[in-house]
């Protein structure tokens, strides 16, 4: 990206070769580390690019590759499984109320009302997913609005932002969205993530902050400053492209965390609301009114499916974070 | 540096004040202690029902602001944080008896789970890449993914199973106490076994610190300071002791420190699976008992934990890194 489709007109104030930071290439931010140089030499010489290098890495890490296989295996089978069931979610089996051990026709058995625990797992998976991804992208968003505003303006606009930041931090997240998420009606899905997200952005809007505050005293940022480009101009064009990867892995990271968080609200009625299910709801409903040994596999099968998840995210995103870590020099071969 | 401490002490202060006060106003507008009466009964004296929130000073018949003026003057005036409901108790006595139960496993649990941790991490680090260092990072990932609860769960089930199979009878899974009779220090470490053990192996435990322990500890070995500590004369083993460890264990302190801090409320999942009456319990019962004088409370304690452990870690750091001792 260069400086030249800018609607403003350019003058070079500065006097300084201007070297923007390419965009696409997606520059590498770390605490102390920011990269200008976006490509590296392969093993034969030659120069990648940043984002191939950082593939080709994450190729070579076979847990993360590993956790890929198993995200995707388990998303097919949370939305193609069901498919095959002759159950559906709130389909009642009369023959087989107060709950069968697996086997005939339902696959991992029936819970005490009847419903087939296979197609109910599935369904509570396909909520965590979703609930997972989309909390995760949204929490990254706001982290890095409210972390790049308060690096980039500092003065005010950084102590008043921080100070809400330190706020949200030491609410009882918990204890607000169990209170409010069991009266939400309509559309309660959709806020409780929302919600989750909102509870979730605060430390990662610190690191961005602090990225900021380094960035804004480099020579391209002074340059567009001084051409007149607007501030959130500036912000979206040079300043976040450039710690593009640790939102990247932080996407990741409140995934995982998100569906725990999730799981966990849901796990005591305080999350996804009937008739909706959750992995969480699955389990606590298992559990609450009887010992765990007592018909396991209502609570076991929700349980694996939630462990394999999760799992699942947690390798990909320890791949992902070794993969784009400025520090190390491994050039993917 | 006094009115340093001042400043910030101001601003912890500010920072509890506006989140009890929110977290309050939101438990008012939104949890309904009426219904605690009325569910399920035909014939109520409502009369007498309101005149009984009243003396809890959650009546939603009195405005809004007026029951929050009233409670907010009895904690500065009189340091009363109101009574419990239902059960009438006042907020601070309830609130004492819990933390003593969570301190019990806390103290224990952490311990534990940085020493477990820190050792793990150690030895994974040492041993980089070889099979042991693999299984214990694949270990830690699995535990980091498993949610609290459900390690809960597999501990309740597994304990339960080995009652009616094998006889143990040295692994209860309710209470941190018998329910009849007295109550030795056997019973009480009894009890303790199953929460505990999932602490230490849940998400925030052993597991946590060994990642982190294991990557700081990769970032020390491959430092020129301890080069140069070897290239001095220090033997490997000495020179990894006394330089490379300390200087690893660092961020460990700060992590102990916050995590203990967070823990004490946060422990919701292990306290309610085991039947603890500890703080973390407490989280649940209020909610679902629409206690608002009690989750007002709880937000205050676990605001001030945040930013006492805040602080803690903050000396940690002071005390174990010359560099960032007071300039």
Redesign the interface.
């Given at each position: 990206m260069t400086l030249k489709d800018d609607p403003t007109p350019a003058i070079d104030n500065s006097g300084d070769v201007i070297t923007p930071v390419s965009g696409q290439g997606g520059g590498l931010a770390d605490i102390e580390l920011i990269r200008e140089e976006v490509t590296s030499r392969d093993g034969g010489g030659r120069n990648i690019s940043r984002g191939k290098l950082v593939l080709r890495r994450l190729l070579r890490k076979k847990?993360a590759m590993f956790g890929l296989f198993m995200l995707v295996v388990e998303i097919l089978l949370a939305f193609l499984g069901p498919l095959f069931s002759k159950w559906g979610v709130t389909s009642i089996d009369f023959n087989n109320l107060g709950g069968s051990p697996p086997g005939g026709s339902h696959f991992w058995g029936t819970d005490r009302n009847g419903h087939d625990v296979f197609v109910q797992t599935m369904s509570g998976a396909q909520k965590s997913l979703f609930v997972g991804l989309i909390a995760a992208v949204l929490s990254t968003f706001i982290a890095a609005v409210v972390g790049s505003a308060a690096g980039y303006f500092g003065k005010a606009v950084d102590n008043a932002l921080m100070?809400f930041v330190?706020?949200m931090?030491?609410?009882?997240a918990?204890?607000?969205l169990?209170?409010?998420s069991p009266?939400l009606k309509d559309n309660s899905f959709l806020i409780f993530t929302i919600l989750l997200a909102a509870f979730q952005w605060m430390l990662t809007a610190r690191v961005v902050r602090g990225l900021t505050y380094s960035l804004r005293e480099r020579e391209f940022v002074s340059a567009a400053k001084f051409m007149g480009v607007p501030a959130w101009r500036i912000i979206t064009r040079h300043i976040l492209p450039n710690m593009a990867s640790l939102l990247i892995v932080d996407v990741t990271v409140n995934v995982?965390a998100t569906i725990?968080a999730e799981?966990?609200l849901s796990?005591?009625g305080?999350g996804v609301q009937p008739p909706n299910v959750s992995l969480?709801t699955l389990?606590?409903e298992a559990?609450s009114s009887a010992?765990?040994?007592y018909q396991?596999w209502q609570?076991l099968y929700p349980?694996l499916m939630?462990?394999a998840l999760?799992?699942a995210v947690?390798?990909v995103g320890?791949g992902l974070r070794d993969a784009v870590d400025a520090t190390s020099t491994s050039d993917g071969d | 540096m006094l009115r340093f401490v001042a400043r910030r002490l101001v601003n912890y202060i500010i920072l509890v004040f506006v989140a009890t006060s929110l977290v309050y106003m939101l438990a008012s507008a939104t949890l309904d202690p009426l219904s605690y009466y009325l569910h399920g009964q035909k014939q109520v004296n409502l009369r007498a029902i309101h005149a009984s929130l009243r003396s809890y000073n959650i009546d939603p018949d009195t405005s809004l602001w007026s029951r929050y003026w009233h409670w907010i003057t009895r904690i500065v005036l009189h340091g009363d944080f109101g009574r419990s409901f239902p059960g009438g108790d006042t907020v601070t006595s309830e609130m004492g008896r819990r933390i003593g139960v969570s301190l019990r496993l806390l103290l224990v649990g952490s311990v534990l789970s940085v020493i477990i941790g820190v050792l793990t991490g150690v030895y994974s680090a040492l041993h980089q890449y070889k099979p042991s260092d693999h299984i214990i990072s694949v270990v830690s990932f699995v535990l980091l993914s498993t949610p609290v609860f459900l390690l809960a769960t597999f501990a309740k089930a597994g304990a339960i199973s080995l009652r009616q199979d094998a006889g143990v009878s040295w692994l209860p899974t309710a209470n941190e106490c018998p329910s009849t009779g007295a109550c030795s220090l056997i019973d009480r470490s009894q009890h303790l076994i199953l929460p505990t053990v999932v602490l230490v192996f849940g998400a925030a435990g052993a597991a946590f610190f060994t990642r982190y322990q294991r990557s700081a500890m990769l970032d020390v070995l491959g430092s020129d300071f301890l080069r140069t500590a070897q290239a001095k004369g220090l033997s490997r083993r000495k020179a990894f002791y006394k330089h490379g460890l300390r200087t690893a264990l660092i961020p460990m302190a700060t992590f102990f420190a916050f995590q203990f801090g967070t823990l004490l409320v946060g422990a919701v999942f292990t306290e309610t699976i085991f039947n603890w009456n500890g703080m973390g319990a407490w989280v649940i019962t209020t909610i679902n008992s629409a206690d608002i004088n009690g989750i007002a409370a709880i937000t205050a304690f676990a605001a001030v934990m945040i930013l006492i452990s805040g602080v803690l870690s903050d000396i940690f750091y002071a005390i174990l890194d010359p560099r960032v001792r007071m300039s």
């Open positions: 847990l100070w330190n706020m931090m030491i609410v009882p918990f204890l607000i169990a209170i409010i009266r995982s725990l799981t966990g796990y005591f305080f969480g389990i606590g559990t010992a765990p040994t396991s609570w349980g939630l462990i999760v799992l947690n390798f320890d | -």
